[in-house]
């Protein structure tokens, strides 16, 4: 049986035309029989030619209304397809990581858009984020239990970006419990809370840039804002650093890291400190305190396009003031998850903040996210994660 039919307007969709996972609602022919689709409805996406562009799934009501799945049309979105592609999900991974702590599915990236699935071990947390997806939540946990076998699986249906869809927030224990679990990334035992703590429980993306940093921090002082449950802090500290201060908002996320910081043995040299990261860098820079490592992994100050413009200011106001705290001949990493500004804005505002510090600046390390973050190549928007590494004189 075929889907049915969602036809691009004639020139538009130029992007999908490329080889791109999606169309936006403007560049779809909204006749009587696509509105009445509803919203996570199972489509075949042709052009206004007849040219067809694949399986995909279409929400009438949402800005992107289609993401594509499969570039053949008629697939049917069952168990089987959806164990093939967490297998292939998984044995990518499983080539690049010794032990089974990664993204297992990072949305388009793996072709699987509105879905990211965390793995820790024998648990994942699984983060919906599209209608269509919703939809197709059955059939895809049946085949995440044939393709990985999981004694917990978590469903965090809680991104604030369900509500463009129009979907509901749910939290859910789907197998196994809900609570804290031990997370293993470069030899480190940290604790993440998979039922309460932000996104997943825990951020993968920056496992490379941790690695990075801790390598040059034997014997220096680090400063870690924004250190959610200690990241980079403890990668710092088990690196070798003689002293590491680690700022966050978050009261529940510094208890975390706290406690990795006792079973990692690296309590003695680290300070965790509830602040606001701004006043504090600036209580910091009126003290003239400096530190030899300066890390700055803040939320997304860019969340739509709309934001484009006051968060590259605060980017460009963070550059500026963690710099006047990097100690000279000392190290800055500066880095942006949001995908709504560019690599090169991102670049640009760090360089102004930097250079209105006073400092002069080199830019030693340049990366994003680790294998585990595969990116869409015609889809930029994939390639979130922006990391700048500086050596400042």
Request: contains cysteine.
């Amino acid at each position: 049986m075929s889907h049915p039919v969602v036809r691009l307007k004639p020139r538009e969709g130029r992007r999908i035309r490329a080889g791109a996972p999606w169309a936006f609602s403007n560049e779809v022919e909204m006749s009587n029989a696509t509105k009445a689709l509803k919203p996570g409805s199972v489509v075949n996406v042709a052009g206004d030619d007849g040219r067809p562009y694949g399986t995909g799934y279409f929400n009438p009501n949402s800005l992107i209304a289609v993401r594509i799945l499969d570039s053949a049309p008629d697939i049917v979105l069952g168990a089987n397809y959806f164990e093939k592609r967490l297998a292939r999900a998984r044995d990518l991974r499983d080539a690049v990581y010794k032990k089974p702590f990664y993204r297992l599915v990072h949305a388009e990236g793996d072709y699987l858009p509105g879905l990211t699935i965390d793995r820790f071990g024998d648990a994942c947390v699984v983060q919906i984020t599209t209608a269509g997806m919703e939809a197709l939540l059955k059939p895809l946990l049946k085949a995440l239990d044939e393709a990985i076998q999981l004694t917990t699986v978590i469903l965090r249906a809680d991104a604030p970006s369900r509500s463009l869809e129009g979907l509901e927030s749910y939290v859910r224990a789907e197998k196994g419990e809900i609570g804290r679990i031990a997370v293993e990334e470069n030899g480190i035992r940290y604790f993440a809370d998979l039922g309460e703590g932000q996104k997943t429980g825990w951020y993968y993306d920056q496992r490379d840039n941790r690695a990075f940093m801790a390598a040059l921090a034997n014997g220096k002082t680090v400063m870690d804002a924004y250190c959610y449950t200690g990241g980079f802090a403890l990668a710092a500290a088990k690196g070798g650093a003689k002293e590491v201060v680690a700022l966050d908002s978050s009261a529940p996320a510094l208890a975390l890291a706290e406690e990795s910081a006792a079973a990692t043995g690296v309590a003695s040299i680290c300070r965790f400190v509830k602040s606001d990261v701004f006043e504090e860098f600036e209580r910091l820079g009126n003290a003239k305190e400096t530190f030899d490592i300066v890390i700055a992994d803040p939320p997304p100050f860019v969340k739509s396009r709309k934001d484009l413009e006051p968060g590259a200011k605060a980017y460009r106001k963070l550059a500026r003031m963690a710099a006047k705290l990097v100690a000279p001949n000392g190290l800055l990493l500066l880095a942006s998850c949001s995908h709504n500004i560019s690599a090169d804005r991102f670049a640009q505002e760090c360089a102004l903040g930097i250079q209105r510090s006073e400092r002069r600046a080199r830019v030693i390390h340049q990366a994003g996210a680790g294998a585990d973050h595969p990116v869409h190549p015609m889809l930029p928007e994939s390639a979130y994660l922006k990391a700048l590494v500086y050596a400042l004189d």
